[in-house]
Structures are given as C-alpha cells and as structure tokens.
Nanobody, 128 residues
Framework: QLQLVESGGGLVQPGGSLRLSCVASGFTLDYYAIAWFRQAPGKEREGVSCISSSGGSTDYVDSVKGRFAISRDNAKNMAYLQMNSLTPEDTADYYC?????????????????????WGQGTQVTVSS
C-alpha cells in the first residue's frame, strides 16, 4: 500500500521555523514528484511547494517564496519542507502528496487534483 507520513508540525511563535518531513512507505519516491499542500480552517486546500523527481526543479506559491524551501532525499525516501519566518497566516494542516511522473526534471504542478498519494497531514500553528 502506498503511504506517505508527515511529521514535524507543532506550535511555533511568529518568526520561528519548522521543518516538516514526509516519508514514503510501500513504494520508492524516485519516480514521483512531490508537493506540499496546506489547508487552514474554513479555507480551501492550497498548493505550497512542489519538487520534481530529480529534485532539480521546484516551485512555490508566492506567499512563501523566500521563506520556505522544499527538498528531497531519494536515498532516504523522504521529502522535506523547511519553513522560516513563519507568520500566523501560515497556520494550517500541511499535507505531503506524490504523483508518479515520467519526467525526471519537469516542475510538477501545484494542483491537488493531479496528486494521487496523500499523507494524513501534520498541524502547524503559528501563534504567540
């Protein structure tokens, strides 16, 4: 069974940092593009960042550019989202998602409908 499990969420003060992790089980991430999505209470799910299967191409939603960094370690079957300079507007449940891709380097879409493997989410709360 294909499964993703996120970790690393928690409560952090504004201006603080968190690093989210996503580990895959039941499959290898090598040929999967990965994305992070988030959903705040009462809001629609939003694409935050994505990374190609090679790790060479990334994309970010404008609101996190310069603050968040996505990465992956295919040898460990893991992906990460480093989040810096957090604000209360970053408070949400964060989800890792994956999609099998035939392109090693193409930047994947930040479109939740394109992803078919999802984690259960990890909660991030930014508050003083």
């Amino acid at each position: 069974q294909l499964q993703l499990v996120e970790s690393g969420g928690g409560l952090v003060q504004p201006g603080g940092s968190l690093r989210l992790s996503c580990v895959a089980s039941g499959f290898t991430l090598d040929y999967y593009a990965i994305a992070w999505f988030r959903q705040a209470p009462g809001k629609e799910r939003e694409g935050v960042s994505c990374i190609s299967s090679s790790g060479g191409s990334t994309d970010y939603v404008d609101s996190v550019k310069g603050r968040f960094a996505i990465s992956r370690d295919n040898a460990k079957n893991m992906a990460y989202l480093q989040m810096n300079s957090l604000t209360p507007e970053d408070t949400a449940d964060y989800y890792c998602a994956a999609i099998l891709t035939t392109s090693w380097s193409t930047t994947p879409p930040l479109d939740a409908t394109k992803y078919n493997v999802w984690g259960q989410g990890t909660q991030v709360t930014v508050s003083s």
